[in-house]
């Protein structure tokens, strides 16, 4: 069950099948048990403006206002797999907009993990929270702020998201990945993993023919 359900309708809950079907058997992204049972709790209509419900099982960005969007399903699915999330590890979100990708990740960390969500814009942040709010993460929170900036955030995570395109790989992200650990983020048209090893260095893979907004706050 997801939080505040007592409105759904059984069309919705079809809606969120078809989409799971999809993933899984047309654009094939979605593998991990963990991350199907983490969708099904973690439910997308629940992230997206007033209007949009309609919308929410459908593959692809919707409109969250602040020139943003909730990101499309296949995407967050193909990185959350990149990610490969285990419990209790610690994760960081960058760009989290909506709070979706927060919800899910602190799905798939459990109470004894934790995630860290930031969103450089105000509204945004806020709009995030609230959504989260419903599904009593304690484990998880939202913060305004700029994730490249060196105030953000003050330890090492295992695992870190990003959902905003930039030109490189900031190096303040690379910094906040502890040794062992896995960046996901889209660089131009590429979702990029960077796993960083035991001796500092990276190995790196990539993949082509994916579109995101910019990200803000690179200098």
């Keep these: 069950m997801t939080a505040n359900k007592t409105d759904i309708f059984a069309d919705d809950w079809q809606g969120l099948d078809d989409l799971i079907d999809r993933l ?12 199907e049972h983490a969708l ?9 403006r007033e209007g949009y419900g309609v919308e ?22 193909y990185m959350l797999e990149m990610l490969d ?43 995030g929270q609230n959504n989260l709010d419903p599904y ?18 003050e330890e ?17 992200l690379t910094r906040q990945l502890r040794k062992g650990g896995i960046l996901v983020m889209p660089v131009d048209n590429k979702v990029v993993r960077l796993v960083r090893n035991a001796d500092g260095t990276y190995d790196r893979t990539e993949k082509e023919g994916f579109r995101f907004v910019p990200m803000k706050g690179i200098q």
Aim: aromatic content about 6%.
């Design 24 to 35: 899984k058997n047309k654009t094939s992204v979605l593998q991990s048990d963990r991350i």
């Design 40 to 48: 099904r709790a973690v439910d997308r209509k629940d992230f997206v």
């Design 56 to 77: 929410a099982y459908e593959d692809y960005a919707i409109p969250i206002g602040e020139d943003q969007t909730i990101s499309q399903p296949t995407t967050v699915v």
């Design 85 to 127: 999330i285990k419990p209790e590890q610690t994760v960081f979100d960058v760009g989290c907009g909506s709070g979706w990708t927060t919800g899910l990740l602190a799905h798939l960390v459990g109470k004894d993990g934790q995630v860290v969500g930031v969103e450089i814009k105000d509204k945004l942040a806020q709009f």
């Design 136 to 153: 009593n993460f304690p484990h998880a929170e939202i913060r305004q702020g700029n994730a490249v900036a060196d105030t953000q955030p």
């Design 156 to 172: 090492p995570f295992d695992r870190l998201l990003a959902s905003a395109a930039a030109p490189k790989i900031p190096d303040m």
